[in-house]
C-alpha cells in the first residue's frame, strides 16, 4: 500500500514508518519538526528511514491547508496514519493555541485530505487522557467521555467527534487509538521514563507526582506499533446493532471505531521507578509531591475490543521495556556505566 504518516520524526509516527516499510509498504512521511522538544533527536530519528527507496520525506505542517492540500493532490495516498499533533497534558495549560493549531485546525486538514481523495481508512492518535475524570476501571470504549480534565485531553476528544461526523458524512471509515502511557526506545524527552533516567544518571532528583501512587498502563512501543499497523488493515465497518435508543459511544452506524491500546496492566510509579533503578543499576533520590493540574490518577485500558477486532496482543513487561529503553538511552548518548 501507499500510506501517508503524519508525525514521522515523531516517537510513535517513527516506530510505525519503520514497520510499514520493513514489510514492503511504501510511505509518504510528513512532519514540521517543531521545536516542542529536541530537534537533534527528531533528525536522528528520520535518519533512520530517509535513505529507503520506498520513503518519501515530506517537511510540512498537517495546519497548513495548503500544503496538505498539495499533499494529498501529488501522492495520492490509500491509507493514512496521523500521528502529528501537538503531545502533553501539562503544556496544554502552558500554551492552549499550539493545542488547537495542531490537533484541531491540521487534523481537519487532514480528514479533508481524506474526503476528497477518496482514502480508505484513516487510523488516527486519541489518548487515554479523553477519560478525565472517569473512575471505573478498567476504562472502557463504551463508556462516555464527557469531562477532560485537559486541552489536550479536549482536543482529542475532538478529533474522535470529527471523525465521526466525516464518517457519517462521507462513509469515511475512521478508527481512533486512545494511547496508554507509550515509552520505548527514542521516546520523548518530556516523558517520565527520560526525564527520570537523564536524572539518575547525573545524580540529580527526580520529581515523583502524586507521591508515586498514580498508576498507568505503561505501553511499549513494539506493541503500540503492532496495533496500530493490525487497525489499519482493517477498515472500521459500522455496527448494524447500533441504537439511538441506547447509544454505544465505541462503535457507530457509521464506519467508525475507537479502541483503546494499552498493555491493560497497570502499574504503580513507584515500581516503575524500581524496575528503572534496576536498570540503570543506580538508586534515585526521589523528590515526592502531589498530583499536578491536568493529570488523572490512574489509567487502565480494557483492550478487549481491539483483541477481538484484530488480534491485539501486548506481550511486552515493563522490566523487558524499560531495559530495551535503558539500553538505547546509553548507547544514543554515548554513556558507560559502571
Same mark, same amino acid.
Not at 530537534?39 to 496538505?68: G, S
Not at 476501571?137 to 485531553?153: E, G, K
Given at each position: 500500500?501507499?500510506?501517508?504518516?503524519?508525525?514521522?520524526?515523531g516517537?510513535?509516527?517513527?516506530?510505525?514508518?519503520?514497520?510499514?516499510?520493513?514489510?514492503?509498504?511504501?510511505?509518504?512521511?510528513v512532519?514540521?519538526?517543531?521545536?516542542?522538544?529536541?530537534?537533534?533527536?527528531?533528525?536522528?530519528?528520520? #535518519?533512520?528511514?530517509?535513505?529507503?527507496k520506498?520513503?518519501?520525506?515530506?517537511?510540512?505542517?498537517?495546519?497548513?491547508?495548503?500544503?496538505?492540500?498539495?499533499?494529498?493532490?501529488?501522492?495520492?495516498?490509500?491509507?493514512?496514519?496521523?500521528?502529528?499533533?501537538?503531545?502533553?497534558?501539562?503544556? /496544554?495549560?502552558?500554551?492552549?493555541?499550539?493545542?488547537?493549531?495542531?490537533?484541531?485546525?491540521?487534523?481537519?486538514?487532514?480528514l479533508?485530505?481524506c474526503?476528497?481523495?477518496?482514502?480508505?481508512?484513516?487510523?488516527?492518535?486519541?489518548?487515554?487522557?479523553?477519560?478525565?475524570?472517569?473512575?471505573?476501571?478498567?476504562? /472502557?470504549?463504551?463508556?462516555?467521555?464527557d469531562?477532560?480534565? /485537559?486541552?489536550? #485531553?479536549?482536543?482529542?476528544?475532538?478529533?474522535?467527534?470529527?471523525?465521526?461526523?466525516?464518517?457519517?458524512?462521507?462513509?469515511?471509515?475512521?478508527?481512533?487509538?486512545?494511547?496508554?502511557t507509550?515509552?520505548?526506545?527514542?521516546?520523548?524527552?518530556?516523558?517520565?521514563?527520560?526525564?527520570?533516567?537523564k536524572?539518575?544518571?547525573?545524580?540529580?532528583?527526580?520529581?515523583?507526582?502524586?507521591?508515586?501512587?498514580?498508576?498507568?498502563?505503561?505501553?511499549y512501543?513494539?506493541?503500540?506499533?503492532?496495533?496500530?499497523?493490525?487497525?489499519?488493515?482493517?477498515p472500521? %465497518?459500522?455496527n448494524?446493532?447500533?441504537?439511538?435508543?441506547?447509544?454505544?459511544?465505541g462503535t /457507530?452506524?457509521?464506519?467508525?471505531?475507537?479502541?483503546?491500546?494499552?498493555?491493560?496492566?497497570?502499574?504503580?510509579l513507584? =515500581?516503575?521507578?524500581?524496575?528503572?533503578?534496576?536498570?540503570?543499576?543506580?538508586?534515585?533520590?526521589?523528590?515526592?509531591?502531589?498530583?499536578?493540574?491536568g493529570d488523572?490518577?490512574?489509567?487502565?485500558?480494557?483492550?478487549? =475490543?481491539?483483541?477481538?477486532?484484530?488480534?491485539?496482543?501486548?506481550?511486552t %513487561?515493563?522490566?523487558?521495556?524499560?531495559?530495551?529503553?535503558?539500553?538505547?538511552?546509553?548507547?544514543?548518548?554515548?554513556?558507560?556505566?559502571?
Amino acid at each position: 500500500m501507499k500510506v501517508l504518516v503524519t508525525g514521522t520524526a515523531g516517537f510513535i509516527g517513527n516506530h510505525v514508518a519503520i514497520k510499514l516499510l520493513e514489510r514492503g509498504d511504501e510511505v509518504i512521511g510528513v512532519d514540521n519538526l517543531n521545536d516542542y522538544y529536541d530537534v537533534n533527536l527528531k533528525e536522528a530519528r528520520l #535518519a533512520r528511514i530517509l535513505d529507503h527507496k520506498h520513503y518519501t520525506d515530506v517537511r510540512a505542517d498537517i495546519a497548513d491547508r495548503e500544503a496538505m492540500e498539495r499533499l494529498f493532490r501529488q501522492h495520492q495516498p490509500q491509507r493514512v496514519v496521523n500521528l502529528a499533533a501537538q503531545a502533553g497534558v501539562r503544556y /496544554s495549560i502552558e500554551n492552549p493555541h499550539a493545542y488547537i493549531d495542531s490537533n484541531i485546525v491540521g487534523f481537519i486538514n487532514i480528514l479533508e485530505g481524506c474526503r476528497h481523495h477518496k482514502i480508505e481508512h484513516l487510523v488516527y492518535a486519541s489518548s487515554s487522557s479523553v477519560y478525565g475524570a472517569n473512575e471505573t476501571m478498567p476504562f /472502557s470504549v463504551h463508556d462516555n467521555v464527557d469531562h477532560p480534565l /485537559s486541552l489536550y #485531553a479536549a482536543s482529542k476528544k475532538a478529533n474522535e467527534l470529527m471523525a465521526h461526523t466525516y464518517s457519517n458524512l462521507y462513509q469515511l471509515p475512521t478508527t481512533g487509538l486512545r494511547f496508554f502511557t507509550v515509552y520505548g526506545p527514542w521516546g520523548r524527552p518530556d516523558m517520565a521514563l527520560f526525564l527520570f533516567t537523564k536524572a539518575i544518571l547525573a545524580g540529580e532528583p527526580i520529581q515523583v507526582f502524586n507521591y508515586g501512587k498514580h498508576r498507568r498502563d505503561f505501553t511499549y512501543i513494539d506493541d503500540i506499533v503492532e496495533g496500530i499497523i493490525r487497525t489499519l488493515d482493517h477498515p472500521a %465497518p459500522p455496527n448494524p446493532d447500533w441504537t439511538g435508543k441506547r447509544p454505544d459511544p465505541g462503535t /457507530s452506524k457509521a464506519p467508525w471505531r475507537v479502541y483503546n491500546i494499552g498493555n491493560q496492566n497497570p502499574v504503580e510509579l513507584s =515500581a516503575y521507578i524500581e524496575t528503572l533503578e534496576k536498570a540503570l543499576g543506580k538508586t534515585a533520590e526521589k523528590q515526592l509531591l502531589p498530583l499536578q493540574p491536568g493529570d488523572v490518577p490512574d489509567t487502565y485500558a480494557d483492550v478487549e =475490543a481491539l483483541v477481538e477486532d484484530v488480534g491485539y496482543k501486548p506481550n511486552t %513487561p515493563i522490566e523487558k521495556g524499560i531495559g530495551k529503553f535503558v539500553d538505547w538511552y546509553l548507547s544514543y548518548n554515548n554513556i558507560s556505566v559502571d
